[in-house]
């Protein structure tokens, strides 16, 4: 059967915000879409594809992406490669893609960390996989302590002045390591453009806002992860553990997470999401944009639903201050 082509919806820039990152020119969108997950080999492309073509018809234009993304790795940014090969490439210059390294990727000494090789080898991979002649960001995806730091952030810098990537930014780093970085990103004309680590209702730590405080403060903006604590934060946990899920799957999210304090906790943030009118996957996020210091949250989806459910967020991101309250008392752990 030949399939209809792809034309994204004629009005998608019109329901979504667009936030600067930092002091830079660059706008991203509020919710981007993270491939960490559901977007490898395990995953039908079809299903793929339905999930990317709806983010962009709703105007998500930034799609996150690693070296390591599958499972298996490499596998996310190939379906990606795919997606641009059969329907986004016209597109190109609307998309606002990234890419990291800093996770295991290959065997031996050259397939992890933050050296100089790794960097420019696994950016050159991802750019095979993603049928790509650049990407918009390239993240060193973790501080490594025992390269030097001006090692990695050189590589970034030179693969910025290669064309490989436009903008270059952190995830993860230390709050001492990350204020280093940015001097000496701004003093080689390649400032950060953002700073990637998790921030959600259960993951705001006094460290956590400092480290979006300190990107704001170098001009960097500030772009979250796991904004659902992957899949902790929806409705997907309050009756059971579902055999699709994540948690069944048990990779990175551990039935040990889901104690009896933590499922009163989320049945009780629910409540209140309810009274909002919000399902507790919309509150999780509305809350997380309700601070203007985040430029972005970037949400993993396994289906087409869950990110229709997850763009609704969108319609409230106002709390009262009372909410705000409210959700303070009933998350403090
Ligand atoms: P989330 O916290 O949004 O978790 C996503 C999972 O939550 C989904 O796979 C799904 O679980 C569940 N879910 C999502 N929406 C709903 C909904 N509306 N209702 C019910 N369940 C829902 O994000 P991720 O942990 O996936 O992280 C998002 C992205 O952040 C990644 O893809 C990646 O791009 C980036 N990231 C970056 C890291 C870094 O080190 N820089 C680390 C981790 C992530 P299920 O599969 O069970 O359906």
């Keep these: 059967m030949i399939e209809p082509i792809y034309s994204p919806a004629p009005d998608r820039y019109d329901a979504m915000e667009y936030r600067r990152c930092g002091r830079s020119g660059i706008r991203i969108p509020v919710l981007a879409l993270g491939m960490w997950h559901n977007f490898g080999a395990l995953k039908p492309f079809q299903e793929i594809k339905a999930m990317a073509h709806r983010a962009f018809d709703k105007g998500i234009c930034h799609f996150d992406l690693a070296n390591n993304y599958g499972p298996p790795f490499g596998t996310a940014e190939e379906n990606f490669g795919l997606l641009m090969e059969r329907s986004l490439r016209p597109y190109r210059d609307e998309l606002f893609i990234s890419s990291k390294a800093g996770y295991d990727m290959w065997p031996g000494p050259y397939g992890n960390w933050g050296s100089r090789k790794y960097l420019m080898a696994s950016l050159d991979q991802s750019l095979k996989r993603m049928r790509l002649d650049y990407v918009d960001i390239f ?65 705001r730590t006094p460290q956590k806002k400092g480290l979006i405080d300190l990107a704001a403060g170098n001009g960097a903006g500030f772009i979250s992860f796991s904004p659902l604590q992957q899949g902790l934060l929806t409705g997907r946990y309050l009756n059971g553990i579902p055999a699709d899920s994540r948690m069944a799957r048990g990779t990175s999210l551990k039935e040990e997470t889901l104690t009896p304090a933590m499922l009163q906790m989320l049945r009780s943030l629910n409540d209140l999401a309810r009274k909002r009118g919000q399902s507790l996957a919309q509150m999780a996020l509305a809350w997380i944009l309700q601070d203007p210091r985040v430029t972005s949250v970037i949400i993993g989806a396994s289906s087409v639903a869950q990110l229709d459910d997850n763009l609704k967020s969108l319609d409230n991101v106002h709390f009262s201050s009372e909410e705000l309250r409210i959700i303070d008392e009933r998350s403090a752990i």
Excluded: M
């Design 139 to 203: 993240y060193s995806h973790r501080y490594d302590p025992e390269t030097p730091l001006e090692e990695t952030l050189h590589a970034l810098v030179d693969i910025v002045r290669q064309g490989k990537a436009l903008y270059v930014g952190l995830s993860r780093y230390p709050a001492e390591q990350a204020e280093k970085a940015y001097r000496y990103l701004r003093e080689h004309d390649v400032p950060c453009l953002l700073y990637q680590d998790r921030f959600n209702i259960l993951d």
